[in-house]
């Protein structure tokens, strides 16, 4: 088979991690007989001083010709100053919403082998973890109306969270099949005692919850669902909840992890198609100096080849060479603690060894 797979590095360490993960991506092909197009384009940073906007049109039209999307990390200092609508990040909202993405798909593991990296307490972790956080991606607040405006106190601004029904189904539905494959558990979290869009929420979950009767399906609050995360994070398999909501819990989970370099994501839509990421940010500060941990991109590649390409054994691979990778003692220097770290070029090179 032959697989067209857009490629947007962006900035920071995304080229490196990116291209980690094209290694590792063509030692796949190699051996299972497959064949990846991989075709650049322009993002973020990179975008606005090559093309002066963030997310060019012809990024876009390249994405939708391909066959998923794999992603580095857009961002950094140089373009702080810019204007919300020219910042690289408007890049990241922009391409999940032309890609008609509202699913996200974070999986936060703790590795036996990292298990000394989680800043929780021994007892609490003893016999780790594995969530999959599904986040709506497209609605909410970050995509609701917002302003600008003179205020009784002066200057102020808004933003608006805004949900429809057909918003909560969808993702709803993605997340009880999502947990009938895996412990049949859901959580549900929102802010069903403020919100009226959680208690839309919350109401739309429980409809659909008579649909999935062998899964167990729970409701949680936002504000305890973080205590939770850290209090005792395998109580959760499911976790469903909405766009801001969601970002800010998955970045707790990959915290407990770890490192935030060991996390991949993925977002889908009603196709095939979709857009693979590490959770972290492009790290300006070490960009260029092979000290990136690469793991996250290559986990994210691994998601590619389940998910879009329906590649289980492959996908499978990736996931093994990993795990071997680290319970060898292999670290790049997030996760070694002093000791001593692979750089990135030398921690794929492990990974593809072990392949």
């Not at 973020?44 to 580095?72: F, H, I, N, Y």
């Not at 690289?88 to 919403?97: D, F, Q």
């Not at 016999?127 to 991606?137: A, K, P, S, T, Y």
């Amino acid at each position: 088979m032959t697989y067209k797979i857009g490629l947007l590095r962006g900035d920071g360490i995304g080229p490196e991690i990116v291209d980690s993960a094209v290694r590792v991506l063509e030692a796949i092909a190699k051996k299972y007989g497959h064949k990846f197009e991989f075709t650049p384009y322009l993002i973020g940073g990179a975008a606005l001083d090559a093309c002066g906007v963030p997310l060019p049109e012809e990024t876009v039209q390249g994405c939708l010709a391909s066959d998923s999307v794999l992603l580095g990390a857009v961002g950094g200092p140089k373009w702080d100053t810019l204007p919300g609508n020219m910042r690289p990040e408007k890049a990241l909202l922009g391409i999940r919403a032309a890609m008609e993405l509202f699913t996200n798909l974070r999986p936060a593991k703790l590795y036996p082998a990292l298990k000394g990296d989680c800043p929780l307490r021994e007892d609490i972790v003893a016999n780790g973890f594995d969530i999959m956080i599904v986040r709506e991606l497209t609605g909410g607040i970050y995509f609701g109306e917002r302003g600008m405006r003179e205020g009784k106190y002066g200057e102020e601004a808004y933003d608006t969270e805004c949900y429809s029904r057909m918003e909560i189904e969808r993702i709803a539905k993605v997340a009880f099949e999502t947990a009938r494959k895996r412990n049949k558990k859901l959580t549900s979290i929102d802010k069903a005692n403020v919100l009226d869009t959680s208690r839309l929420w919350r109401k739309i979950v429980h409809e659909m919850a008579e649909g999935y009767p062998d899964v167990e399906c729970f409701d949680m609050l936002v504000d305890n669902a973080a205590m939770q995360l850290v209090r005792n994070p395998a109580q959760f398999d499911v976790i469903v909840t909405s766009n801001m909501f969601g970002d800010i819990l998955s970045d707790e989970a990959s915290q407990i992890t770890g490192s935030i370099g060991m996390l991949p994501s993925a977002s889908l839509g009603n196709t095939t198609r979709g857009l693979y990421e590490p959770i972290h940010g492009s790290a300006p500060d070490i960009a260029g100096k092979n000290l990136a941990n690469p793991i996250a991109t290559i986990l994210s590649a691994a998601m590619m080849l389940l998910y879009s390409f329906n590649l289980t054994k492959e996908s499978d691979a990736i996931i093994n060479a990993v795990d071997r990778v680290l319970n060898a003692g292999y670290r790049t220097a997030d996760i070694a603690h002093g000791g001593e770290a692979l750089g990135t070029v030398e921690m794929t090179d492990k990974i593809i060894a072990m392949l």
